[in-house]
């Protein structure tokens, strides 16, 4: 004899209603665990364990573990070394809007990894990625303006998103912002100003910034012109061996000796 479903009465509908919450509490819980179990494994470099936890939650569509498994592929961490497979796992992040994954898949459209190379399906994901605040992916996009890569070449377009990257600390945007000050590309041309963000960019490390300090207390450009003050920078930037400081380094002593 068929059966027709009945229609949940008033009593039945809150247990129902508590019993799902009830599961979906149990299975964030268990996410959360696992989430944490797995980049623990991870960080003690046990990249078996690490990939079997992110792959068991990954499967699920939990976007957090997904993007790190992309990485793990990415870099042959306990598996082997597949882009594609990369590819993949950040892809499935990405579409969730995961800005790391979309970061991420970005960098590999612009370098053709795993994928054909694609400067426009690059701009896409990091866009995407940006929007969310992404400093990397905001660095890169200011990059592709910049270029002309990807998208209309656009100084101002380069100057906005590299002005955000550098406002979150990211170095490399920071230098970048220097550069355009100094050469007046985008913006008005002002010494103080890029001095001031290559100073932010040396003073993380930067060999690019420490030089570029460097040549400005040479110069006296935007500062008062100091050779121990360049001669400190450029010496910074030597140590990494980034070759202009050495070259510079070189000859501030030679001048020197000279005198």
Not at 188 to 198: H, R, S, T, Y
Not at 201 to 220: F, I, T
């Amino acid at each position: 004899m068929r059966t027709t479903s009945q229609p949940l009465n008033n009593e039945t509908k809150p247990l129902t209603f508590l019993l799902v919450l009830t599961v979906l509490f149990l299975f964030t819980s268990s996410c959360s665990d696992n989430i944490q179990n797995a980049h623990d494994a991870y960080n003690k470099k046990d990249y078996k364990e690490a990939h079997k936890l992110f792959l068991s939650l990954a499967i699920y569509g939990v976007a957090q573990a997904q993007n790190k498994l992309g990485w793990m592929y990415s870099k042959g961490q306990g598996v082997p070394q597949d882009n594609k497979e990369a590819v993949k796992w950040w892809r499935l992040a990405a579409e969730q809007g995961n800005a790391d994954a979309q970061h991420n898949l970005g960098w590999m459209y612009s370098k053709g990894q795993g994928v054909p190379q694609d400067n426009k399906e690059a701009v896409k994901w990091w866009r995407l990625a940006a929007e969310q605040g992404n400093a990397d992916a905001q660095h890169n996009l200011g990059w592709m303006y910049g270029k002309g890569q990807g998208v209309p070449q656009d100084d101002k377009e380069a100057i906005k998103w590299w002005r955000l990257a550098a406002e979150q600390g990211l170095s490399q945007a920071q230098n970048n912002l220097g550069v355009m000050y100094s050469k007046g590309l985008g913006v008005p041309q002002d010494d103080k100003e890029a001095i001031k963000w290559w100073r932010l960019a040396a003073e993380q490390g930067l060999s690019q910034a420490q030089n570029n300090l460097g040549v400005m207390y040479s110069k006296g450009l935007g500062v008062p012109q100091d050779d121990k003050e360049a001669t400190k920078w450029w010496r910074l930037a030597a140590e990494q061996e980034f070759a202009p400081a050495q070259h510079n380094l070189y000859q501030s002593t030679r001048n020197f000796t000279r005198r």
